[in-house]
């Protein structure tokens, strides 16, 4: 038994050891310190010993003269949010004419825009700058990464920002009842709230948000238009660049 102890327990011990440090160190070097805190970046097995996967797993399989001996440790905590630029995931994108999800009122195809498109998040700004209208809508089932989108298609528009362009700004429309506020003045109050700066009437003057709404200066980014009731009327601007 006690061979079979040093040349089955010990060595997977050890690799089990080293493969959870490794995983610590790794997230620590990348940007994430929650191993590294809790005590997980650490050659000492009893800091990733799991009482089942390490020990009584393998036990249970050595007793009964297994062909071969499984087991595992503690997982390490990642925060992956904590990550130093973590790559996106590249989502493949189509156009599409189907009216599943379609918000009552809004999605009509432009009529020169009829041409299928398609690719990754990495061409769809282009792919919007070259739009007649600049109008995109992004539709999809919950969690197939509407929201990601927004924010990757909203931060790629701004890196490629002239002057003279409307400014992208990502907005929700949680809170924006149609009936009693129109689009523009619920967008000049949303980007207000978001932007208080703005408030400074001596500096912008009076009204600073509504008149960059208002003279076109602002290309609104809306993530979450699906999420308004299906009972209110929408009646957003389609003169206008959208997203």
């Known amino acids: 038994m006690a061979y079979e102890i040093s040349i089955w327990l ?25 191993a590294w805190w809790l005590g997980r970046v650490s050659f000492n097995p009893w800091k990733h010993v799991d009482p089942v996967g390490t020990i009584l797993l393998p036990a249970m399989l050595l007793l009964m003269h297994s062909p071969f001996l499984f087991g595992y440790a503690k997982p390490v905590p990642v925060n992956f949010r904590a990550l130093r630029n973590p790559p996106p995931i590249q989502v493949r994108w189509a156009t599409t ?15 020169r825009a009829s041409s299928r498109m398609s690719g990754t998040l990495r061409d769809i700004t282009h792919k919007f700058l070259e739009l007649p209208g600049r109008q995109l809508f992004i539709i999809g089932v919950p969690g197939s990464g509407k929201t990601a989108t927004a924010l990757l298609f909203t931060l790629s528009l701004l890196r490629l920002w002239a002057e003279g362009e409307p400014v992208p700004v990502l907005l929700s429309p949680v809170g924006w009842d149609p009936q009693t506020r129109s689009f523009q003045e619920w967008m000049g109050d949303e980007i207000l709230a978001n932007y208080p700066a703005l408030s400074e009437t001596g500096r912008y003057g009076e009204r600073a948000a509504h008149h960059l709404v208002a003279t076109g200066r602002i290309l609104p980014v809306i993530d979450g238009l699906d999420e308004i009731s299906e009972s209110l009327s929408l009646n957003p601007p389609f003169n206008w660049g959208f997203v």
């Open 10 to 34: 010990l060595p997977v011990l050890i690799a089990v050891t080293f493969h959870e440090a490794a995983h610590g160190f790794v997230a620590h070097l990348l940007g994430d310190d929650t």
């Open 97 to 111: 004419d189907s009216t599943e999800g379609r918000i009552p009122g809004i999605g009509a195809a432009h009529p």
